[in-house]
């Protein structure tokens, strides 16, 4: 008995990856009032009207009392016990005079909209309406997830697609199917022709996520398909983001991760949500996990293999001047958490961009982080000599008279300042231009922010260790 209650409670404890439960949203029940022309659920007399070309599957829940109906060609009503219709020629007084009610069109409701799903970790979390928010890609069924056709509900879903689409299981009506014959076999029942219509397999008993650290959603090869369905907003702020998996530029902000292998996706994720999206200020905010895969390029051109890591896609509701600013702030607080209890959480190093342009590299606050902001912090010196030097060599730059360091009055006299962006930036190899090379070129992703790592402005030298932030220097 305590045994069976400790297991459960490891369960609890350590739930297992990203595998979510998605639903999909509309149905085609008669008792839905957004499925009728009208806005309305057709009442006593008013004559009910089926498109005769269009197969449809009709959901009845209750007892209806109409004038008449014309059905269509192909198409059933599933009647749960109590439900039905009956036909009142004279009406009904209560419903005035009675209107022709059109069930509407369903047809192009397809499986790739992202806007047709919600998603959910638990099953309860799907029942009580706790939905997750997800990139695109995501928001419709990956192959670890468990597909859901709300019980008591009817529908009509186009799956039609190219290749084989696989997931996890697929319920319809309260029915869990996870082996493809017995869902094939359910395809062609009455039932399942009219509910699942276009050329396309779909299998079920995929074997899910098992990796802890989270696994890599396959839609990306659906991506046209996804996001043919999306219309993109204008955007109001100064470098729209383009997260992974996304069909969108977004204002916002992203926070990549790069984990270890002691990294728990869904632990994490339920840190995130209790720590911050949990407070008050940070309410509105809805935050996307995902585990991506990103390409590496050589000098940002070749193309050399690919890194996992896990991206944060942060948005607010705020407009105007003020998109984004909670969603950075958010972000900010995320990688100090790194930057705190990175090592416990079997997280190397967060970074963030935000939408504002601003953005942060930060390693995870033990000892190799302390070493690599060493090494960092030499080369930036390093560099800076290695200016001194070229200036000195030019002539441009007189030895000071004093044996110690070059005074900046100095500096300020001999020094055309307007020259600074010119031929002298490129005049040494700094290895944190090389860096910012390696990474990929996304503009939005990867601002300008480190090529203008070290300046020289009238006041002096001013270099930004992308080890700290910025503002700590201004400070
Ligand atoms: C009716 O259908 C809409 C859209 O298809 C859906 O969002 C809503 O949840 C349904 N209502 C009920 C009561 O199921």
């Known amino acids: 008995m305590s045994l069976r209650h400790n297991i459960l409670l490891v369960f609890c404890i350590l739930p297992f990856a990203n595998a979510l439960y998605k639903q999909w949203i509309p149905d085609t029940n008669f008792e839905n009032a957004t499925n009728w022309d009208k806005g309305s659920i057709p009442c006593g007399s008013d004559q009910v009207v089926f498109l005769a070309q269009r197969e449809i599957s009709v959901y009845v829940e209750t007892a209806h009392t109409i004038t008449g109906m014309s059905l269509p060609m192909d198409g059933e009503l599933i009647l749960v016990s109590g439900a039905g219709f009956s036909v009142q020629e004279s009406g009904d007084p209560s419903c005035g005079s009675g209107v022709t009610a059109e069930f509407k069109d369903c047809e192009s409701l397809h499986w790739f909209d992202p806007s047709l799903w919600v998603a959910a970790t638990t099953f309860d979390d799907l029942h009580q309406g706790t939905y997750q928010f997800s990139v695109h890609e995501e928001s419709v069924p990956c192959q670890f997830d468990d597909v859901v056709f709300r019980e008591a509900t009817s529908f009509r879903v186009d799956i039609s697609s190219n290749d084989v689409c696989s997931v996890k299981s697929v319920s319809v009506l309260g029915k869990k199917f996870t082996s493809s014959s017995e869902l094939s076999q359910y395809f062609s029942s009455p039932s399942g022709k009219l509910q699942f219509h276009g050329s ?16 890599i959603c396959d839609n990306s090869r659906n991506r046209d398909k996804i996001c043919a369905n999306v ?36 632990l994490y994720r ?5 720590l911050f999206l949990s407070l008050h200020k940070y309410e509105s905010i809805q935050l996307a996990m995902s585990k991506v895969s990103k390409e590496q390029r050589l000098l940002g051109v070749i193309p050399f ?8 896609l942060l948005l ?13 702030a958010l972000a900010r607080d995320i990688v100090k958490d790194v930057h705190n209890q990175g090592s416990n959480l079997g997280i190397n190093s967060a970074e963030f961009q935000a939408s504002s342009g601003a953005s942060s590299s930060e390693v995870a606050g033990n000892s190799a982080g302390v070493v690599a902001g060493a090494v960092l912090g030499s080369l930036v010196v390093l ?23 070059p005074s900046l009055s100095n500096w300020k006299n001999n020094i055309d300042i307007g020259e600074l962006g010119g031929p002298l930036d490129h005049g040494f190899d700094n290895p944190m231009f090389d860096k910012s090379t390696m990474l990929p070129c996304e503009p939005g992703l990867y601002g300008t922010e480190t090529m203008n790592s070290i300046s020289l402005t009238q006041s002096g030298v001013h270099f930004v260790n992308p080890v700290y932030d910025e503002s700590d220097f201004n400070a």
């Open 316 to 328: 607010d509701q705020n407009k105007g001047q003020d998109v984004g600013k909670l969603a950075e």
């Open 270 to 274: 339920q840190r995130l949500q209790h």
């Open 383 to 405: 560099a800076l000599l290695a200016i001194v030097y070229v200036l000195y060599h030019r002539g441009i730059v007189k030895m000071p008279r004093l044996p110690s360091i």
């Open 231 to 266: 219309i993109c907003k204008s955007l109001d702020c100064k470098n729209p983001l383009q997260p992974v998996g996304h069909c969108c530029s977004v204002c916002g902000a992203v926070v990549n991760i790069q984990f270890t292998s002691n990294f728990n996706f869904e």
């Open 305 to 312: 293999g690919a890194t996992q890591e896990i991206q944060v």
């Open 200 to 215: 396309s397999s779909l299998s079920v008993g995929g074997p899910g996520c098992s990796d802890v650290t989270g696994c």
